[in-house]
């Protein structure tokens, strides 16, 4: 939110075509890789760590972990982890999750006090036989797991919140600029797949609210044969058709990762056809192959891309809505 209209300068924002046109051209014989792909302008900075990862050959999933954790410890970043604009009883919350090649994965919802709760995911993955943990069983399980409490309220959230509570009017769907969530897709030099999604949900939220971010199959997605796919955006929208499965699973049929994200938007303007005006909601998509797809209701999506010809450059998405 704070950053986002700052970075919006037309110089930076290219336009995506040519670019995934000659990605798809390449992968035809050479699949081209790697690829990280993040929603967003704080993608930007997630790409750059994410690349040093890939770049030298490692794993995709310590690729996106690494990358996420950019936005989840800036302080200026109202909508993701540390300094995360807080819940209607000023609670900073915190949905994640995190999703391999071979279809492991965690998540933690309604996570208190941790600075970054992808990594809590992803031990959630690797060290229990579970996938989700939510509220204080996360918590807990998160200082057994050696993460430090830490408050993740700064002084600017606070005070936002403060002067929110004034009003104390809860307007999400309206309120198109109030979230976003970095969702990163990459694909390693293995021709490995995997994905991660964090964010500190709706601002305001009710206590206890918990998105699609966290939730497999709504806020992301990874199939290794197929592709991956994430969403940003209001996230009980992205439930409600589960979302980044159904992007996955339109590629599976045939579609293009563009087409897929095209698919899944429009199935959301057909499950509410009014209130779709009002709010926003974005796709991005990567194939198998290295092809990319984004997608959003609304103008003004951004996402970074980077590859081995495209150095980390940030695009905007096609939308719906003019
Ligand atoms: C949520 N999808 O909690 C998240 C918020 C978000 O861009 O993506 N904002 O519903």
Redesign the pocket.
């Known amino acids: 939110m704070t950053t986002r209209r700052k970075f919006l300068s037309s110089a930076a924002l290219l336009s995506a075509l040519p670019f995934l046109n000659k990605l798809k051209a390449a992968s035809a014989d050479t699949p081209v890789k790697p690829v990280v792909l993040s929603?967003?302008n704080f993608g930007q900075g997630a790409n750059a760590e994410a690349w040093k990862v890939l770049a030298a050959g490692g794993r995709a999933l310590d690729a996106v972990e690494k990358g996420v954790q950019v936005p989840e410890g800036d302080p200026l970043e109202t909508?993701v982890g540390y300094g995360g604009l807080p819940d209607r009883d000023g609670r900073v919350t915190l949905?994640s999750c995190i999703m391999d090649e071979a279809a492991n994965c965690g998540a933690v919802a309604c996570l208190e006090h941790i600075m970054h709760p992808i990594s809590v995911a992803r031990r959630v993955m690797e060290k229990t036989p579970h996938v989700l943990l939510v509220g204080d069983g996360a918590l807990q399980f998160a200082l057994a797991q050696g993460f430090k409490k830490e408050n993740l309220l700064t002084a600017a959230s606070e005070k936002a919140w403060r002067e929110w509570l004034k009003k104390a009017e809860y307007k999400p769907i309206a309120n198109i600029e109030?979230?976003?969530?970095i969702?990163m897709v990459a694909l390693d030099q293995q021709q490995n797949m995997s994905g991660a999604c964090t964010?500190?949900?709706?601002a305001y939220?009710i206590h206890g609210?918990?998105?699609?971010?966290p939730i497999i199959g709504a806020?992301l997605f990874v199939d290794n044969e197929i592709g991956a796919a994430t969403?940003?955006?209001?996230?009980?929208e992205?439930i409600r058709i589960c979302g980044s499965h159904l992007v996955v699973e339109l590629m599976r049929q045939g579609n293009s990762p563009q087409e897929a994200c095209e698919l899944a938007v429009k199935r959301i303007v057909k499950n509410q056809p009014k209130k779709s005006r009002e709010m926003?909601?974005?796709f991005l998509a990567l194939s198998k192959n290295g092809a990319v797809g984004a997608y959003a209701l609304q103008k003004g999506f951004t996402y970074a891309l980077q590859t081995p010809e495209i150095k980390n450059q940030l695009f905007e998405a096609k939308s719906y809505y003019a």
């Open positions: 929603t967003w909508s949905d109030n979230h976003d969530t969702g964010t500190s949900g709706m939220k609210r918990v998105g699609d971010s806020g969403s940003t955006g209001v996230g009980e992205v926003q909601i974005g």
